[in-house]
Structure formats: C-alpha cells, structure tokens
C-alpha cells in the first residue's frame, strides 16, 4: 500500500484524459507480471460570479437612495469547491451597511463566515466553506449613497471570488487555489447604475396683452416665461442655464 498525490501542475485539469497507472513485479531485473490498469479521473472546481444591482423602482438613485445588490456563486464544475472567498470593495460614493450583508445557501453549499462584519474600508468580505457541484450561495447587500454623488454619475464596481480544491483554511501541498498561474481559481463580475438626472421645463407664464391669448403673441408684446430645473439630491457642479430666443428681446430676468 502506498500514497500518491496529485500534482498541481499544467498538465492536471479535468479536461484531461483520466490517468491510466498500474505497476509490475520484477524478480532479479524479470519482469514477472503486470497488474491491472486502475483509471483516475480529474475533478475540478468552477465557480461562476453574478453581480447585480437592483432597479430603482422605489428608491431614488441620489443621495440618501439605497443601493441593493446581489451576488450570485454558483459552482458548475465538475468537484467541490472549498473556502470560497468573495471580496467587493464599494466606491466611496456609496456607503456599505455591514449589518445587511447576508447569505443564503443552495444545494448543500455550507458555512458561511462574514470577514468583515463592520466594514472596514467600505468592503465585503465573506467565505463559504464549501459549494458542492450544482450548489450555490448568494449574498444580499445595500450601500447608502452619499451627498457627493453628481447627477447621471456612472456608479461601478467589480466583486472577484476565489477558492481551493481542499478543504481546510490552511493551504496545503499541491493544492490549487486562485493565486494566479496555474492556479486558476478565481473569477469576477461588476454591476452599475447611474445617479439620477436632472430636468428642465420651459413654458409661457403670461404675455402682457389681454387679447392675444395662449403662445400667441402680437409683436412689441412682453412674453414671461417659466424655467424649471429639478435637480436630484447630491452634489451638482457649475450649472449654467443658458436660453437662446430668437427674434426676442430679454428685458429683464426674475
């Protein structure tokens, strides 16, 4: 009896034809018979990551709106995976609520450990001891934006998972993980949304001649004219409002 590990290298992958061994018996230097070939097949593996952000239908994307996201780890390879690992590091102009990160488990997926219950550097970070083929965990969490978010501001970020072959949170020989190489066990997804934009509405107020009625006017006659910006909450920088009339003469502006 004896052990043999199976080597992290190049060569190993679950694409691989199975690995055909066996052994023979030699007696002074002859060869006196070979055993059967024993078959082992490569098992690996494969995480899937989808990252989402919920559509604004109640909440407002602008400040003090809340974002929700959802995180989805699935593994669809052909082995477990062990000590899945997913970080999301959220751009400042959003800001995590660490008490609603949470996660919910599928197709025997076990053990869940949040990192980072306070949310230190506006940050998630969970683990999952182990996704079995076909199982799942799928994380939920908001993030509060805040007063410097500018309108129709592109807000994106990017979460990466990784995770290991072996179970156990100490690394160990030939195991494979998502430290770069052949160790090739890691993936990423992002998700965005915009702020909010702004409006602007012109209409007529009054014209200064009782007979002309609606947008009709007589010439010399003194058209007022309404101009509503609705700005969202946040930050809006160096707004100009410029308004070209043609064939009128501004005479004054309230």
């Known amino acids: 009896e004896f052990n043999a590990r199976l080597m992290n290298v190049a060569g190993n992958q679950d694409t691989t034809l199975p690995l055909v061994n066996n052994f023979t018996v030699y007696l002074n230097a002859v060869s006196k018979g070979t ?3 024993v078959s082992l097949n490569i098992v690996e593996p494969a995480i899937t ?5 919920a559509p604004f239908t109640v909440e407002i994307p602008d400040a003090g709106g809340i974002a929700t996201y959802t995180v989805t780890l699935t593994n669809s390879g052909t082995g477990p995976a062990y000590e899945s690992n997913f970080a999301d590091t959220l751009p400042a102009v959003i800001s995590l609520n660490p008490a609603s990160v949470a996660v919910t488990l599928a197709g025997g997926a076990a053990g869940f450990t949040n990192n980072n219950p306070l949310g230190t550097g506006n ?3 969970v683990t999952i001891a182990t996704i079995p083929v076909g199982g799942s965990a799928t994380l ?4 509060a934006i805040q007063a410097s978010v500018t309108p129709e501001q592109l807000i994106a970020n990017t979460g990466s998972a990784a995770w290991t072959s072996l179970p156990g949170a100490a690394s160990q020989p030939d195991e494979r993980d998502g430290s770069g190489g052949i160790n090739n066990y890691t993936t990423s997804d992002g998700a965005s949304f915009n702020a909010s934009s702004f409006s602007v509405a012109k209409s007529v107020n009054t014209t200064s001649q009782a007979h002309t009625l609606s947008n009709n006017v007589a010439v010399g006659e003194i058209v007022t004219y309404d101009i509503t910006i609705t700005l969202p ?3 809006t920088p160096a707004l ?4 070209i009339e043609n064939d009128l003469l ?4 309230s």
């Open 250 to 253: 501004w005479v004054r502006i």
């Open 233 to 235: 909450e946040g930050t």
């Open 140 to 143: 939920t969490y908001t993030a």
């Open 240 to 243: 100009t409002v410029t308004d």
């Open 123 to 125: 940050q998630v970070n």
């Open 35 to 37: 055993s059967n070939n």
């Open 49 to 53: 990551l989808v990252k989402d952000v």
